[in-house]
């Protein structure tokens, strides 16, 4: 097996710990509108599929609300403002990320988030340690489609034989499986080992210890 030399990152429960202020966001446009407020759990399970879904999950008739737009722009307008409160990157996660550099790998985050936010998180919080950062952009269909993947590893000059994606849902698992990547999943993020061993995940890292050993075992 051709060694890995190019990480394509998910963003958020795998890089960044962004939960609290989206729950936050969540609850906020749910008061706004006079809805039930969900838990900080509920709201763990709804994240992966983008903000729209996590909209459509936390209201009654999800997109087919008659006040869905109205409301997916308030939280919108509310997260834009307040989306670096609370988020903060795992532990471990920027040496991780410095050495990975110092040994020449190749790395790029794609995430549903929008492209720009994409973009500006990862600029905030890593810097030059990322060489390429894809969010959700019409017309690429969002993950798990391979094709937000597919731009990442064109923008990087990568190869599929010595690339892995790492993630920490069942989204990442099959963008992975779409895109015909290894995969290595992380249970420090939005679902437990349980969920991603249901899901399929065959390489599960619990630790950023853990990952940097999968990572750099053979080099």
């Not at 973009?119 to 030059?128: E, I, N, Q, V």
């Amino acid at each position: 097996m051709k060694e890995i030399k190019t990480c394509i990152w998910d963003l958020d429960g795998t890089l960044l710990d962004t939960l609290e202020d989206l729950a936050d966001g969540v609850n906020h446009t749910l008061r706004a509108f006079s809805l039930p407020e969900k838990t900080r759990e509920q709201i763990r399970s709804y994240v992966g599929n983008g903000a729209r879904r996590l909209i459509a999950l936390s209201i009654p008739d999800g997109e087919i609300n008659e006040s869905f737009d109205e409301i997916f722009t308030e939280f919108q307008s509310y997260y834009r403002e307040h989306c670096r409160i609370k988020t903060k990157p795992y532990d471990g996660v920027l040496p991780l990320l410095e050495k990975l550099n110092s040994l020449g790998f190749k790395q790029s985050i794609v995430s549903n988030k929008p492209d720009a936010a994409t973009k500006k998180l990862a600029s905030d919080y890593f810097g030059g340690l990322v060489h390429d950062a894809v969010g959700e952009k019409p017309p690429i269909p969002r993950k798990p489609a391979k094709d937000m993947v597919e731009l990442a590893m064109k923008n990087l000059g990568a190869d599929k034989e010595s690339t892995v994606y790492i993630g920490d849902s069942e989204v990442d698992i099959l963008t992975a499986k779409n895109a015909g990547l290894r995969c290595i999943s992380v249970s420090w993020g939005f679902r437990t080992k349980d969920e991603l061993i249901s899901q399929g995940a065959q390489t599960i890292c619990s630790s950023v210890s853990e990952l940097e050993k999968a990572l750099t075992q053979n080099t």
